[in-house]
């Protein structure tokens, strides 16, 4: 009996240890980054415009971890980038003025209008918008 008794206590311990390895990883939430560009100082009518998030305290030339793109139709145009990990970022947008940035680095050159960077703590849906005053002309 006493020995039945250990069988069971034991092949119990044992089931325990293998549900407890079969425990599934918690995924890391994913949210969205979205708003609007605007540049009024010239028409950037039908011109594609890049934002892209890179690592925390990059630069505007890293290849981008998660990017969009959206088409100025006017002043202005919206984007949203979704299923973006929570994270630390630095967030850059770019009008492509001649119409040859590539994917995926996404890197100006000469002529095309970008912003500096802004740093990006994402934990939840986040909106980062770039006015008028964020522009200037890459050298």
């Given at each position: 009996m006493i020995v039945k008794k250990m069988a069971q206590l034991i092949l119990f311990a044992v089931a325990l240890v293998f549900v407890g390895c079969g425990e599934k990883e918690t995924?890391?939430?994913?949210?969205?980054?979205?708003?609007?560009?605007?540049?009024?100082?010239?028409?950037?009518g039908n011109r594609v415009a890049w934002i892209k998030l890179v690592a925390a305290e990059g630069n505007l030339t890293d290849s981008a971890l998660y990017s969009s793109s959206c088409l100025f139709q006017?002043?202005?145009?919206?984007y949203s980038m979704l299923f973006v990990p929570e994270g630390e970022y630095s967030v850059y947008a770019l009008i492509d003025m001649n119409g040859n940035t590539e994917e995926p680095a996404l890197v100006p050159d000469s002529g095309d209008l970008v912003t500096f960077g802004k740093p990006l703590i994402l934990w939840s849906?986040?909106?980062?918008?770039?006015?008028?005053?964020?522009?200037?002309?890459?050298?």
């Amino acid at each position: 009996m006493i020995v039945k008794k250990m069988a069971q206590l034991i092949l119990f311990a044992v089931a325990l240890v293998f549900v407890g390895c079969g425990e599934k990883e918690t995924p890391t939430p994913t949210h969205m980054v979205f708003g609007r560009l605007t540049f009024t100082s010239i028409d950037p009518g039908n011109r594609v415009a890049w934002i892209k998030l890179v690592a925390a305290e990059g630069n505007l030339t890293d290849s981008a971890l998660y990017s969009s793109s959206c088409l100025f139709q006017g002043p202005g145009c919206d984007y949203s980038m979704l299923f973006v990990p929570e994270g630390e970022y630095s967030v850059y947008a770019l009008i492509d003025m001649n119409g040859n940035t590539e994917e995926p680095a996404l890197v100006p050159d000469s002529g095309d209008l970008v912003t500096f960077g802004k740093p990006l703590i994402l934990w939840s849906k986040t909106q980062v918008d770039f006015p008028d005053t964020a522009w200037h002309l890459m050298p």
